[in-house]
């Protein structure tokens, strides 16, 4: 009888086993897919793979050198719910991460939420192993690739920088982001249940393609001459802010561009609020008006237009009337009968309202015809237009259309009325130091292509002339009066032939109503040595403070560049 | 350490034959399974609780400590007469209630998941419900087998009984909140009174009145039926409160007729919880499929037949419903973890018998087999029960001689 009840028992558990059995076979093989396909949604999650980013360089001497690049760095981050003491794990990593060890332990305790805390950026090798040694439960190190300028602030306005971001900012990094950025690959990893990626079958669904590299047009050493003379010149003035421009006057290369004041994009997140007009490259991006430095510019489109000649007369009386204004030289002189070469080299005002006059064939008036063939002129010079240039930021300038009064054109002939830039002006400059050919000015070189072999970015372009090579000639040599004898005078060299045109140009008030009274911008823009042209230079110096005049406010850094660069390329001086 | 050499030595005295060695085959197949299944996925689980900082294997290498220990109280129970554990049940039992108790006490006792079911003691930390299980069975044998004659007399007698068992259940059902172990405690004294000499009315009787109780249990305590209400409403969207039994079906179904492989498991990977330990068996199902979830139902199975045939053949009555006892301890904690693990029934922690990472359940689990096994060196021949029951004199001659092996000596 007994027995019987044990057989029974055992019985009673052969039903359990046998539903068992049947539960086991409807949710492991009828239900596998959908348990299968829930497994994979939860399991697997699709990551970008971030692509790398191109990298800028200049050449020397046929060897690259980076101005930008990834570096890749540890950072250490934290999750504080693995934290066993965060008192004691702040205390440990506040001296090797240099911390304040108040902050570290606020930001080591588990409030239920913070599950990744960052804790430090970019640690050098020597920080990282002692925090890998500290073994601290729930703290890890990753790799990141972080943007490093080798030449720092020498390159920063060329270069910009990349935001925390991972966007472009500025200069070439923000001009050239999406083709610097590639294009991030996908991959399809398996992860645990934080989302954390574990290293077994990971599937590639779209290879990243990284992001392009280019050769700068820049010579790294002609770019340390100009930033240390355009410094000297800011302190030698107690000057605000200035620029300097190195382009080779046939290609439009641009060899070296440097403002002041400028950042370090190294440490662009230091830079103070106030201070966020360092992050601008002045040279394209901001506007003035020109002033003297645009007389060859008038002067070019008259003679290519037959309208003057080297040697037309003019009779100065010192000032001209237009209507209900009066125009007058600089400290109000007189230079009684002049020819044109006298008009740029003493930079004689009326001389080139008599200019527009003869454009619109009347000596005596201001026509309709003048302005517009010194309008038509001006814009075949790119003013109003973006250069090109492949710099973020760039400024077009303004010029005002033929409708505008006879007061705007005269003052526009002597570079009044008009907003440019100083990269729009060196451009402009640049025909008349290469015979009258137009270029385009360019701070890229060459792409480095995938396989690492250069490519140059200009191949056959065919450069459009606007002016013929007399008028250039013509124009060039009366800039060369204005050092030998002119007011460039300070960057005389014996044994080399240098033209150039100094500008003091006013400032215009903000509300647009007149001019500053004791601002102005100083300029000199000149080219050398000027049968054969090794480059054409822009020095710029905003609100001289010592000296009023560009003579010699701008004219000195110029001379310093000029004497570093005739070494530089070996020019040897005439006659000897 | 005389006194337990004696104690062996004993058994070398008393006639008796080999044990059951495929009872221990079968069960060191669990062990070995459950070794596998924490060394390919401990490790993980470890790293995923630690953030990397600890032992990668220090799940595995605690748990082949366990099984070290747990092989010595093995032999030891193996080589101990059974009839010992008679005197040894009473104090085994109270000590199990005071360490049951000792839960409560703040400082000793861990609360993990709502429920206080561990014990710490300096470096030992302990689940007392593990050898509280092995104490009633051994106590209920024991007591049953003494009063054996009173038990058709005078049912009054049954208080202690009843006490003893309502106070266990009242301690893990409703103060350790421990369902799953109730579950069990429940089975195994219900299954020993019904092979005891007690008469059937009162088996039924007492059945009806743990189901009366088990339905009042949910009724007073909300946790409990809103874990009844899960069950019973299952979603299958990923998180909240299915979360456990969901991620314990994708494991299970993602497994498949074969498996991802050993060491292939993803669902260890933070996604199912406990995946060493109470859904260890999920885990088992995702790298081995059907195979293997099927073979550990096998081998369950297989080893509940060597279990009752043992108490089929137990040589008295102690022995036989202390066999009857473990076996069905080990069969119902076995079938609650695994259609917990399936959906059939709601989760409740309770570890699967040599299997799950855990060493209580094993030191506890493996002293039963060892028991169990002891019983199988004393079994007797067919119908030898029978004989007993219809000779009630030759009892007597038969508890204190352990006679020679009658009949043909045909093996088993």
């Given at each position: 009888m007994s027995n019987i009840r044990l057989y029974v028992l055992a019985g009673i558990f052969v039903l359990p086993m046998v539903i068992i059995f049947g539960r086991l076979v409807t949710v492991q093989v009828l239900k596998h897919n959908f348990y299968a396909d829930k497994a994979s949604a939860q399991q697997s999650r699709q990551f970008e793979i971030p692509a790398k980013r191109g990298e800028l360089y200049v050449e020397e001497n046929g060897e690259l050198y980076p101005v930008a690049l990834n570096n890749s760095l540890k950072y250490v981050y934290a999750d504080p719910q693995l934290i066993e003491d965060p008192k004691e794990a702040a205390a440990t990593l506040a001296p090797i991460l240099q911390s304040e060890e108040k902050d570290l332990e606020k930001k080591l305790t588990?409030?239920?939420?913070?599950?990744y805390v960052e804790l430090k950026q970019q640690v050098d090798q020597d920080v990282a192993k002692k925090v890998a040694e500290a073994k601290i439960r729930g703290v890890v190190l990753r790799d990141r690739d972080y943007r490093a300028y080798p030449e720092g602030a020498l390159f920063g306005h060329l270069t910009g920088y990349v935001n925390s971001d991972g966007r472009g900012q500025y200069g070439l990094e923000e001009y050239l982001n999406a083709d610097l950025s590639g294009r991030n690959g996908q991959l399809k990893a398996v992860t645990d249940s934080q989302g954390v990626p574990l290293s077994t079958q990971d599937n590639i669904i779209e290879e990243p393609r990284n992001g392009s590299s280019y050769v700068l047009t820049v010579d790294r050493y002609i770019q340390g001459v100009a930033e240390k003379a355009l410094k000297k010149a800011l302190v030698d003035n107690k000057a605000a802010s200035g620029s300097i421009i190195v382009m080779d006057p046939y290609t439009g290369a641009i060899k070296a561009m440097v403002n002041a004041p400028d950042y370090d994009p190294n440490n662009?997140?230091?830079?103070k609020p106030e201070d966020y007009g360092s992050f601008i490259n002045s040279a394209v991006s901001s506007q003035f008006e020109p002033g003297s430095g645009f007389k060859p510019l008038t002067m070019s489109i008259a003679i290519e237009n037959d309208k003057v000649e080297a040697n037309t007369s003019f009779n100065d009386s010192g000032e001209v009337v237009i209507g209900e204004y009066t125009i007058n030289n600089a400290d109000k002189k007189k230079f009684g009968q002049v020819d044109m070469s006298l008009v740029i080299k003493n930079s004689i005002n009326t001389g080139m309202v008599y200019i527009l006059k003869l454009m619109g064939g009347n000596p005596n008036e201001i026509t309709k015809a003048g302005k517009e063939m010194l309008y038509a002129g001006i814009q075949k010079f790119g003013f109003g237009q973006k250069t090109g240039v492949e710099l973020a930021g760039e400024a077009a300038g303004r010029v005002k259309d033929t409708k505008a009064a006879d007061i705007d054109y005269a003052n526009m002939t002597f570079g009044q009325g008009i907003a440019t830039t100083s990269l729009q002006m060196i451009s402009a400059l640049a025909p008349i130091a290469n015979g009258g050919t137009k270029v385009e000015p360019h701070v890229l070189a060459k792409k480095v292509l995938p396989n690492g072999d250069l490519e140059e970015i200009r191949k056959n372009i065919t450069q459009e002339r606007i002016m013929s090579e007399e008028t250039a000639d013509t124009v060039a040599n009366m800039m060369i009066g204005v050092v030998e004898g002119g007011s460039g005078y300070l960057t005389r060299m014996p044994g080399y032939k240098i033209a150039g045109k100094t500008g003091t140009a006013q400032v215009p008030k903000a509300n647009g109503q007149g001019y500053e009274e004791n601002k102005n911008i100083g300029s000199f823009i000149g080219f050398a040595p000027v049968n054969d042209p090794k480059f054409i230079m822009l020095v710029r110096v905003d609100y001289p403070q010592t000296n009023t005049y560009a003579e010699r406010s701008a004219v000195p850094a110029f001379a310093e560049v000029a004497k570093q660069l005739f070494s530089y390329y070996q020019v040897p001086p005439e006659g000897s | 350490m005389g006194k337990v050499s004696r104690l062996i030595a004993e058994v070398r005295e008393r006639p008796h034959h080999r044990p059951d060695y495929l009872l221990g085959l079968l069960v060191i197949a669990l062990i070995g399974i459950g070794m596998i299944v924490i060394y390919s996925t401990g490790s993980i689980v470890n790293f995923n609780m630690t953030g990397g900082a600890s032992d990668r294997n220090a799940f595995f290498q605690k748990q082949l400590i366990s099984v070290a220990i747990g092989i010595a109280f093995w032999i030891f129970a193996s080589r101990v007469h059974y009839s010992h554990w008679r005197k040894w049940a009473l104090p085994m039992l109270i000590v199990s209630f005071v360490l049951m108790l000792l839960v409560f006490i703040p400082g000793l006792g861990l609360n993990i998941n709502g429920a206080s079911r561990w014990v710490r003691l300096g470096p030992l930390s302990f689940q007392p419900a593990e050898f509280l299980k092995l104490s009633l069975v051994l106590y209920f044998a024991a007591w049953l087998e003494s009063h054996r004659d009173d038990l058709r007399r005078i049912?009054?007698?049954l208080i202690p009984f009843a006490l003893v068992f309502g106070l266990a259940v009242i301690l893990v059902v409703i103060l350790q909140r421990d369902l799953g172990t109730g579950v069990v405690v429940i089975a195994l004294a219900l299954t020993i009174l019904l092979v005891s000499d007690a008469p059937l009315w009162l088996f039924g009787a007492s059945l009806l009145s743990m189901i009366g109780l088990g339905a009042l249990s949910i009724i007073l305590f909300p946790y409990r039926l809103e874990r009844l209400s899960t069950f019973l409403n299952h979603r299958e969207d990923v998180m909240g409160a299915d979360y456990h039994i969901n991620q314990a079906l994708i494991a299970l179904g993602s497994g498949g007729?074969?498996?991802?492989?050993?060491?292939?498991?993803?669902?260890?990977?933070?996604?199912?919880?406990e995946a060493t330990n109470d859904s260890v068996y999920a885990i088992i199902g995702e790298q081995f499929g059907l195979w293997g979830t099927a073979g550990v139902v096998m081998i369950f199975g297989l080893l509940g037949w060597r279990g009752f045939r043992i108490a089929k053949m137990a040589p008295d009555r102690f022995s036989r419903m202390v066999a009857v006892g473990i076996t069905v301890w080990l069969l119902t904690q076995a079938i609650v973890n695994i259609t917990a693990m399936l959906n059939l029934i709601p989760l409740t922690g309770i570890p699967l018998p040599f299997i799950s990472y855990g060493g209580t359940s094993l030191l506890a689990t493996m002293t039963g087999v060892g028991i169990l096994q002891n019983i199988s060196r004393y079994t007797e021949r067919e119908q030898s029960y029978a004989d007993s029951r219809i000779g009630r004199r030759d009892r007597r001659s038969r508890n204190t001689g352990f006679g020679p092996m009658r009949g043909t000596q045909k093996s088993y």
């Amino acid at each position: 009888m007994s027995n019987i009840r044990l057989y029974v028992l055992a019985g009673i558990f052969v039903l359990p086993m046998v539903i068992i059995f049947g539960r086991l076979v409807t949710v492991q093989v009828l239900k596998h897919n959908f348990y299968a396909d829930k497994a994979s949604a939860q399991q697997s999650r699709q990551f970008e793979i971030p692509a790398k980013r191109g990298e800028l360089y200049v050449e020397e001497n046929g060897e690259l050198y980076p101005v930008a690049l990834n570096n890749s760095l540890k950072y250490v981050y934290a999750d504080p719910q693995l934290i066993e003491d965060p008192k004691e794990a702040a205390a440990t990593l506040a001296p090797i991460l240099q911390s304040e060890e108040k902050d570290l332990e606020k930001k080591l305790t588990f409030t239920g939420k913070n599950r990744y805390v960052e804790l430090k950026q970019q640690v050098d090798q020597d920080v990282a192993k002692k925090v890998a040694e500290a073994k601290i439960r729930g703290v890890v190190l990753r790799d990141r690739d972080y943007r490093a300028y080798p030449e720092g602030a020498l390159f920063g306005h060329l270069t910009g920088y990349v935001n925390s971001d991972g966007r472009g900012q500025y200069g070439l990094e923000e001009y050239l982001n999406a083709d610097l950025s590639g294009r991030n690959g996908q991959l399809k990893a398996v992860t645990d249940s934080q989302g954390v990626p574990l290293s077994t079958q990971d599937n590639i669904i779209e290879e990243p393609r990284n992001g392009s590299s280019y050769v700068l047009t820049v010579d790294r050493y002609i770019q340390g001459v100009a930033e240390k003379a355009l410094k000297k010149a800011l302190v030698d003035n107690k000057a605000a802010s200035g620029s300097i421009i190195v382009m080779d006057p046939y290609t439009g290369a641009i060899k070296a561009m440097v403002n002041a004041p400028d950042y370090d994009p190294n440490n662009y997140a230091s830079v103070k609020p106030e201070d966020y007009g360092s992050f601008i490259n002045s040279a394209v991006s901001s506007q003035f008006e020109p002033g003297s430095g645009f007389k060859p510019l008038t002067m070019s489109i008259a003679i290519e237009n037959d309208k003057v000649e080297a040697n037309t007369s003019f009779n100065d009386s010192g000032e001209v009337v237009i209507g209900e204004y009066t125009i007058n030289n600089a400290d109000k002189k007189k230079f009684g009968q002049v020819d044109m070469s006298l008009v740029i080299k003493n930079s004689i005002n009326t001389g080139m309202v008599y200019i527009l006059k003869l454009m619109g064939g009347n000596p005596n008036e201001i026509t309709k015809a003048g302005k517009e063939m010194l309008y038509a002129g001006i814009q075949k010079f790119g003013f109003g237009q973006k250069t090109g240039v492949e710099l973020a930021g760039e400024a077009a300038g303004r010029v005002k259309d033929t409708k505008a009064a006879d007061i705007d054109y005269a003052n526009m002939t002597f570079g009044q009325g008009i907003a440019t830039t100083s990269l729009q002006m060196i451009s402009a400059l640049a025909p008349i130091a290469n015979g009258g050919t137009k270029v385009e000015p360019h701070v890229l070189a060459k792409k480095v292509l995938p396989n690492g072999d250069l490519e140059e970015i200009r191949k056959n372009i065919t450069q459009e002339r606007i002016m013929s090579e007399e008028t250039a000639d013509t124009v060039a040599n009366m800039m060369i009066g204005v050092v030998e004898g002119g007011s460039g005078y300070l960057t005389r060299m014996p044994g080399y032939k240098i033209a150039g045109k100094t500008g003091t140009a006013q400032v215009p008030k903000a509300n647009g109503q007149g001019y500053e009274e004791n601002k102005n911008i100083g300029s000199f823009i000149g080219f050398a040595p000027v049968n054969d042209p090794k480059f054409i230079m822009l020095v710029r110096v905003d609100y001289p403070q010592t000296n009023t005049y560009a003579e010699r406010s701008a004219v000195p850094a110029f001379a310093e560049v000029a004497k570093q660069l005739f070494s530089y390329y070996q020019v040897p001086p005439e006659g000897s | 350490m005389g006194k337990v050499s004696r104690l062996i030595a004993e058994v070398r005295e008393r006639p008796h034959h080999r044990p059951d060695y495929l009872l221990g085959l079968l069960v060191i197949a669990l062990i070995g399974i459950g070794m596998i299944v924490i060394y390919s996925t401990g490790s993980i689980v470890n790293f995923n609780m630690t953030g990397g900082a600890s032992d990668r294997n220090a799940f595995f290498q605690k748990q082949l400590i366990s099984v070290a220990i747990g092989i010595a109280f093995w032999i030891f129970a193996s080589r101990v007469h059974y009839s010992h554990w008679r005197k040894w049940a009473l104090p085994m039992l109270i000590v199990s209630f005071v360490l049951m108790l000792l839960v409560f006490i703040p400082g000793l006792g861990l609360n993990i998941n709502g429920a206080s079911r561990w014990v710490r003691l300096g470096p030992l930390s302990f689940q007392p419900a593990e050898f509280l299980k092995l104490s009633l069975v051994l106590y209920f044998a024991a007591w049953l087998e003494s009063h054996r004659d009173d038990l058709r007399r005078i049912s009054t007698q049954l208080i202690p009984f009843a006490l003893v068992f309502g106070l266990a259940v009242i301690l893990v059902v409703i103060l350790q909140r421990d369902l799953g172990t109730g579950v069990v405690v429940i089975a195994l004294a219900l299954t020993i009174l019904l092979v005891s000499d007690a008469p059937l009315w009162l088996f039924g009787a007492s059945l009806l009145s743990m189901i009366g109780l088990g339905a009042l249990s949910i009724i007073l305590f909300p946790y409990r039926l809103e874990r009844l209400s899960t069950f019973l409403n299952h979603r299958e969207d990923v998180m909240g409160a299915d979360y456990h039994i969901n991620q314990a079906l994708i494991a299970l179904g993602s497994g498949g007729l074969i498996g991802r492989g050993l060491g292939n498991s993803l669902q260890s990977y933070g996604y199912l919880p406990e995946a060493t330990n109470d859904s260890v068996y999920a885990i088992i199902g995702e790298q081995f499929g059907l195979w293997g979830t099927a073979g550990v139902v096998m081998i369950f199975g297989l080893l509940g037949w060597r279990g009752f045939r043992i108490a089929k053949m137990a040589p008295d009555r102690f022995s036989r419903m202390v066999a009857v006892g473990i076996t069905v301890w080990l069969l119902t904690q076995a079938i609650v973890n695994i259609t917990a693990m399936l959906n059939l029934i709601p989760l409740t922690g309770i570890p699967l018998p040599f299997i799950s990472y855990g060493g209580t359940s094993l030191l506890a689990t493996m002293t039963g087999v060892g028991i169990l096994q002891n019983i199988s060196r004393y079994t007797e021949r067919e119908q030898s029960y029978a004989d007993s029951r219809i000779g009630r004199r030759d009892r007597r001659s038969r508890n204190t001689g352990f006679g020679p092996m009658r009949g043909t000596q045909k093996s088993y």
